[in-house]
């Protein structure tokens, strides 16, 4: 099972992605960051989605260090694939133009790569441990 | 079969610089100016059931022009 996407102009890899929180579920379509230690969606969608407080975390952006709530979604996949994950630490904040940040509390789950020669993203489920 | 990514840019293509909305089979729920206007307009017509919704955001031609340097690594939790 894995997902292909083409980069857009900007060089960014967007995917459907479905957040499920106790009051309910939405699908998002998440900017893909390799380098966000967590997943990043608006506490307004965190609360109505009915997400798990978790606490609060420091986090260094490039305005500076800032603080920010934390939230465990306690479901989330790629939307329409096997490609899914209990208990993924989700951070509140508002990223103008960007519903979802689909950061390494997600990604560090499955395997991806970068088709140089295609521009595409691929996240695919990582492969059984062979056996010596 | 619905389309999602087609249903998401045709509503994406009218709807510049809006969050807006989709049930499950596509139709158009809501269309706001900001997220917690979306989701006042989906609980008005939820109430607290829960729910199952696309929700998007389509970015203006600024925005779209922008690059973009999206990184926000832990320094520790509190």
């Given at each position: 099972?894995s997902v292909?996407?083409?980069?857009d102009?900007?060089?960014?890899?967007?995917?459907?992605?479905?957040v499920?929180?106790v009051?309910?579920?939405?699908?998002?379509?998440?900017?893909?960051?390799?380098g966000a230690?967590?997943?990043?969606?608006?506490?307004?969608d965190?609360?109505?989605?009915?997400?798990?407080?978790k606490?609060?975390?420091?986090?260094?952006?490039?305005?500076g260090?800032a603080?920010?709530k934390?939230?465990v979604?306690?479901?989330m996949?790629?939307?329409?694939?096997?490609?899914a994950?209990e208990?993924?630490?989700?951070?509140?904040?508002?990223?103008?133009g960007?519903?979802?940040?689909?950061?390494?509390?997600?990604?560090?789950?499955?395997?991806?790569s970068?088709?140089q020669?295609k521009?595409?993203?691929s996240i695919?489920?990582?492969?059984?441990?062979?056996?010596? | 079969?619905?389309?999602?990514?087609?249903?998401?840019?045709?509503?994406?293509r009218q709807?510049?610089?809006?969050?807006?909305?989709l049930?499950?089979d596509?139709?158009?729920?809501?269309?706001?100016?900001?997220?917690?206007?979306?989701?006042r307009?989906i609980?008005?017509?939820?109430?607290e059931?829960?729910?199952d919704?696309?929700?998007?955001y389509?970015q203006?031609?600024e925005?779209?022009?922008?690059?973009c340097?999206?990184?926000?690594?832990?320094?520790?939790?509190?």
């Open positions: 099972m292909s996407v083409s980069i102009e900007r060089g960014l890899a967007w995917l459907f992605v479905r499920k929180g009051k309910g579920s939405a699908v998002y379509r998440a900017c893909v960051d390799t230690t967590y997943c990043v969606l608006s506490e307004v965190c609360v109505n989605l009915g997400l798990i407080r606490g609060r975390v420091v986090l260094m952006t490039v305005k260090e603080t920010a934390l939230f979604a306690p479901w996949a790629i939307e329409g694939t096997e490609l994950k208990n993924v630490e989700v951070v509140a904040k508002v990223v103008p960007f519903p979802v940040i689909l950061g390494m509390s997600f990604l560090r789950h499955f395997n991806w970068f088709d020669e521009q595409e993203f695919f489920k990582k492969s059984p441990a062979r056996s010596p | 079969m619905f389309s999602l990514l087609a249903r998401y840019d045709e509503v994406a709807n510049e610089g809006k969050w807006f909305a049930s499950r596509g139709e158009l729920l809501a269309v706001a100016s900001s997220q917690r206007r979306l989701w307009r609980r008005e017509r939820f109430g059931k829960e729910v919704v696309v929700i998007g389509s203006t031609k925005e779209r022009e922008t690059a340097l999206l990184v926000f690594p832990l320094m520790s939790a509190v």
